[in-house]
Every structure is written in structure tokens, then in C-alpha cells.
């Protein structure tokens, strides 16, 4: 199943090589849910603060849950700080 992945800030560092833009187009298996993927991609659980799926947060308790489709878009950040 394909699906975009992005990641920002330090989490970059988990995109595949053909990345471009924070963003690359990956390929996970199907029936996989938001925590499954961030595990897929061995990123830290507690390193992916904020997860967005296409376009709407989906909160920590929901990560489980929550199952990917063919076409998603999964955007990650890790907690920054700053003011």
C-alpha cells in the first residue's frame, strides 16, 4: 500500500534516500495503523509528538486505532520548543 510520509524537523533523518521537500512517497502493508507505521519507520513512539493524518491530528490514545489507506498522507513532528 503507498502513502505519502513527511517528516519534519529531526525526524527528517527517517525519509527514505528519494525524498524531497520533508516528504516521500513509501510503501507499508496494508491494515497498518498510525503506530504501526511510525514503528515501521523505527521512529521513536515519544519522538513523534505531533501526527497528523491527512491534514486532521490524531491524538496519542487514537494512534492504535487509527488504520492507514491506500493514498494517506502521514505527517510527523517532534516536540519543539521556541517563542
Known amino acids: ?3 505519502t510520509l ?3 524537523a529531526s ?3 527517517h525519509l527514505p534516500n ?6 516521500a ?3 507499508i502493508n496494508e491494515n497498518m495503523s498510525v503506530h504501526q507505521a511510525i514503528d515501521y519507520f523505527k521512529i521513536d513512539r515519544e519522538e513523534a509528538y505531533l501526527v497528523i493524518l491527512n491534514g486532521v491530528f490524531v491524538c496519542p490514545p487514537d494512534r492504535d486505532s487509527t488504520m492507514l489507506k491506500e493514498n ?3 505527517a510527523l513532528w517532534p516536540e ?3 517563542g
Open 18 to 23: 528519494h525524498a524531497k521537500a520533508n516528504q
Open 11 to 13: 525526524l527528517k533523518r
Open 1 to 3: 500500500m503507498n502513502i
Open 72 to 74: 494517506d498522507t502521514l
Open 80 to 82: 519543539v520548543a521556541g
Open 25 to 27: 512517497p513509501v510503501e
Open 6 to 8: 513527511k517528516c519534519f
